[in-house]
């Protein structure tokens, strides 16, 4: 664990501060007259130490601290020297900022362990999608609105199978520790239900029967969860039809189809979100059905983007955004590229303040060998 905060070329610079201040202090002391004796101040630079430097050099700062006061308070005549009282104050100071810096250090360690449990976490949820992974093109960018718990409730992947490759994007109802259960119970059924079942339609069945488990089960254990519910897109890639793509959207935002040139948005589509399936008048509304040619991108996002407010409350412009890009540079329909875009744009519109969970997902079917 690199305990300096102050480092230039992988070499800590943390001492110097202190050293300054030391200095600093010293050469004021001998401007001053004897009727004004500035060296106890001295007590001040293993203080400022301990918040930048380890332990080891907050010793040696506190160490040097002692030994200049002694030598600099001996130099003036007995009248003047500061005496007992100050050089016990500076001891004890350096004794104090030592241990300071030993508390500083721990929670340090402790808030790295946190971190790479978060993270642990987050790859638990949100796994690495290989490159090419079910023969897409595809690129993610996730961004935790808790920047310290680095994972919340959006969730996303993408599922080779028999029946094709299927993609699920979503965003639960609420934060914490609940949403993140809610998000990984949806994934694990999803990636199941999309390698067996043979058609979207059970795929999306399989996700509402999930979902009301979870919420029976967080109620089994005394977890009130009866509110709970899931906005997503489920989407089907039929290996037979390589130019049209199926969809059922559970009140997610609607998908983007950009390609260079031209952005469109597809129909919202008319299910519930997950966990509310029950309130639905009618039966379940099938998948829909809309051409997709080889190299147009799918941009699906989840309401970090939607509703990102600028300071005078205004959303953020995404498909004219998008539009405007892939006009200027016909690139910026890549999903690596246009990924990168919206994260960069969503991130100026509210000034890097997200309101909630944010994930950029972008896929698309590549041109065949040979194709344009």
Not at 121 to 149: E, F
């Amino acid at each position: 664990m690199r305990s300096q905060l102050l480092r230039v070329r992988g070499r800590s610079v943390a001492w110097i501060p202190p050293l300054v201040l030391l200095l600093g202090v010293v050469a004021f002391d001998w401007a001053t007259s004897g009727n004004f004796r500035t060296i106890s101040w001295v007590v001040l630079v293993p203080g400022v130490a301990a918040a930048i430097c380890g332990l080891r050099g907050t010793v040696a700062v506190a160490v040097l601290a002692v030994l200049t006061y002694k030598l600099e308070d001996n130099g003036w005549p007995h009248q003047f020297q500061s005496g007992l009282p100050d050089f016990i104050l500076v001891v004890l100071g350096g004794l104090m900022a030592v241990l300071a810096c030993a508390v500083r250090l721990r929670g340090e360690r402790r808030m790295l362990h946190m971190q790479d449990i978060a993270e642990a976490t987050r790859r638990t949820v949100l796994r690495p999608l290989p490159a090419g992974w079910g023969g897409l093109d595809h690129a993610a960018v996730y961004l935790a609105a808790d920047s310290v718990a680095r994972v919340g409730g959006d969730f996303y992947d993408i599922q080779p199978g028999p029946r094709g490759t299927r993609v699920l994007i979503g965003d639960v109802q609420g934060k914490g520790l609940g949403a993140v259960a809610a998000a990984s119970a949806l994934l694990g059924t999803f990636r199941e239900a999309a390698y067996h079942e043979p058609c979207l339609g059970k795929v999306a069945d399989r996700l509402e029967t999930g979902m009301r488990r979870h919420v029976r089960y967080g109620a089994a254990i005394g977890r009130d969860e009866s509110d709970r519910f899931a906005t997503a897109l489920l989407i089907g890639f039929p290996p037979a039809d390589p130019g049209h793509m199926e969809y059922i959207n559970f009140g997610h935002e609607p998908p983007l189809v950009v390609r260079p040139g031209e952005v469109r948005r597809l129909p919202p589509g008319g299910r519930l979100p997950l966990g509310l399936g029950d309130l639905a008048a009618s039966g379940h509304q099938g998948p829909l059905r809309v051409p997709l040619a080889p190299g147009e991108t799918l941009l699906l996002v989840t309401d970090g983007v939607s509703e990102a407010r600028d300071t005078n409350g205004r959303f953020f412009p995404l498909g004219d955004r998008v539009a405007r890009a892939v006009a200027e540079d016909p690139r910026a329909a890549e999903p690596g590229r246009l990924v990168r875009l919206v994260r960069d744009g969503t991130l100026r519109h509210c000034g890097g303040r997200l309101a909630d969970d944010t994930t950029i997902f972008a896929v698309r079917r590549p041109h065949p060998p040979g194709g344009r």
